[in-house]
């Protein structure tokens, strides 16, 4: 059989579906009626992550501030409630005919000066190089930043972690096999493999607040910031451990934590002339505490801004505050992804417009800012504009990452389509060739062979049973062999990879892998239920 490609991060609706939408749409948005141009997104009416189809019939244009304000329907949302699918059709349908009979007017409103965008930056290089006023691989035109009390909080905590491409997990004990680590902890606990979330693990526990300090915190200030301001280590950190097959075999734990982002308002002119951002309207958050996202109660608060004009195109960025994203794999839909090499041989930059489904997941730290409107002075005149709510559900994500070549990885397909890790594949086999062998536990009806990270693998030789299977075949990134088993067979793998570059650290980076094979299970579970 073929390898079969696989993507992870795919657009959901074909071209020829976007299309005929923007087409019926004459791209203005199917809710307020606004011509929006280019600021609109095709939304799912039904989630793709429920079950919805990237088919027409599915697809709705929608402008930036509906298109927050549609998010995922739920009856019981606490505050407000969402368009519903069938609001959202009716909707799609009587704006259709409108365009179809010729007769658009879009409503009297002031025109929009001002476009809006929520930057959450996953990585604190990127975060760094902002508050640093270095805009070289921003996605802004005419930048001009904003300090303010949440600017000069995010600066305090990217000094306390370091400006560093370093991951939020962190290296551990050393042990030489399970058994010995269990008799150190013998409060860890088996991971489910086929959960898609930590599944690159085999043991996970909690971290006592003791052993943090004592082990975890020096040179990680962050640590006992946390701490300190009331959060226990259940919110913010968990211990995954596994078998270290690369380099010298032994058994290896690292510490998990909550990933630190930065929030910021990107205000962009849109306009063909010059704009004066007066002050923005925000409810206010002060509380420097540990504590869920959502905004405080707090009275509205004002910022002013820099009384000069803005010239058409210009973007002032307005930092909000810091984001403690959840722990383990982040569910989301990307509507659009960029990953750009900033240089041979460095990191990658990702730049995406997504929606997360964890906002309750998230937590916050230090003041922060909840964008309401601005007002501005506009051709003589004052006018106030609304920004949208920031929901998570609608906003752009940079992150970096190197890639660095590890292994394939090994995941069991079991009956009911549900997909397990069974770990690394060839581990020491970095460019030599080494034989992997394993037995095919019970329930279990493929194997599939992943080629996760930048590399190319060579399977040279596939032995079912001492009987040779599928020689001779190559994998790249994002491609999978499939072998059809029975359980009890005996699997020997022979073969090598060859990884595009090293770690940029020379360390091992399992918060990546972690992260990938969580992914693969996540996008091949949920495709292969899709399907049948």
């Not at 937590?363 to 601005?374: C, E, H, Q, T």
């Not at 990134?477 to 060859?498: D, F, K, M, N």
């Amino acid at each position: 059989m073929p390898p079969a490609s696989l993507s992870l991060s795919v657009m959901p609706f074909p071209p020829e579906v976007r299309r005929e939408a923007m087409v019926r749409s004459a791209r203005h948005c199917c809710v307020c009626h606004r011509y929006k141009g280019v600021r609109v997104e095709v939304h799912h009416i039904v989630p793709e992550a429920d079950g919805g189809p990237n088919i027409p019939d599915n697809a709705i244009v929608l402008c930036f501030d509906c298109h927050a304000d549609a998010g995922h329907y739920n009856p019981r949302q606490p505050r407000g409630t969402k368009f519903s699918p069938q609001e959202l059709r009716d909707a799609k349908e009587k704006w259709f005919s409108i365009v179809r009979e010729g007769s658009l007017t879009s409503p009297e409103t002031t025109p929009d000066v001002l476009y809006y965008r929520y930057l959450i930056c996953r990585n604190l290089d990127i975060v760094a190089e902002i508050l640093a006023g270095n805009f070289d691989h921003i996605p802004v035109e005419q930048p001009l930043l904003v300090q303010n009390d949440s600017s000069s909080f995010l600066g305090r905590l990217v000094d306390d972690v370091g400006r560093t491409s370093q991951t939020d997990v962190f290296n551990g004990g050393w042990f030489a096999n399970r058994d010995e680590y269990l008799q150190a902890h013998p409060d860890a606990s088996a991971v489910d493999r086929g959960g898609g979330n930590f599944s690159f693990y085999e043991l996970l526990r909690v971290p006592t607040h003791e052993e943090l300090l004592a082990k975890w915190s020096p040179g990680r200030p962050l640590i006992k910031r946390l701490i300190d301001s009331g959060a226990q280590p259940e919110d913010f950190s968990i211990v995954g451990s596994f078998f270290q097959q690369c380099g010298t075999g032994h058994f290896q734990e690292d510490l998990v934590l909550r990933p630190l982002w930065g929030v910021f308002l990107a205000v962009t002119n849109i306009s063909d002339s010059p704009q004066t951002l007066k002050r923005l309207e925000a409810a206010g958050s002060p509380n420097k505490d540990f504590r869920p996202f959502q905004p405080l109660s707090d009275p509205p608060t004002e910022l002013r801004l820099p009384a000069a004009p803005i010239l058409s195109g210009a973007t002032v960025v307005v930092p909000l505050g810091a984001v403690l994203g959840p722990l383990g794999r982040i569910e989301e839909e990307i509507w659009s992804r960029t990953d750009t090499d900033l240089k041979r041989w460095g990191p990658v930059q990702l730049v995406a417009h997504s929606g997360t489904k964890q906002a309750k997941a998230h937590a916050l730290v230090g003041p922060f800012l909840w964008p309401k409107g601005l007002h501005v002075t506009s051709s003589g005149s004052n006018i106030y504009q609304e920004v949208h709510e920031l929901d998570l559900t609608n906003v752009y994500m940079l992150d970096r990452y190197w890639e660095a070549g590890c292994c394939p990885h090994l995941f069991f397909l079991l009956e009911g389509a549900e997909v397990v890790y069974g770990g690394p594949l060839l581990a020491a086999g970095n460019s030599k060739n080494v034989i992997s062998t394993f037995t095919v536990p019970m329930g279990v009806t493929r194997l599939l062979i992943a080629e996760l990270e930048d590399e190319v693998t060579r399977l040279d030789h596939i032995w079912l049973d001492d009987q040779q299977n599928t020689p001779g075949r190559t994998l790249t990134r994002g491609q999978v062999l499939q072998l059809a088993v029975s359980p009890g067979v005996i699997v020997r793998i022979e073969g090598s990879y060859v990884p595009r570059v090293e770690s940029s650290d020379g360390s091992e980076n399992s918060s990546r892998r972690a992260m990938l094979v969580d992914e693969f299970i996540h996008s091949r579970t949920r495709s292969l239920h899709f399907s049948s």
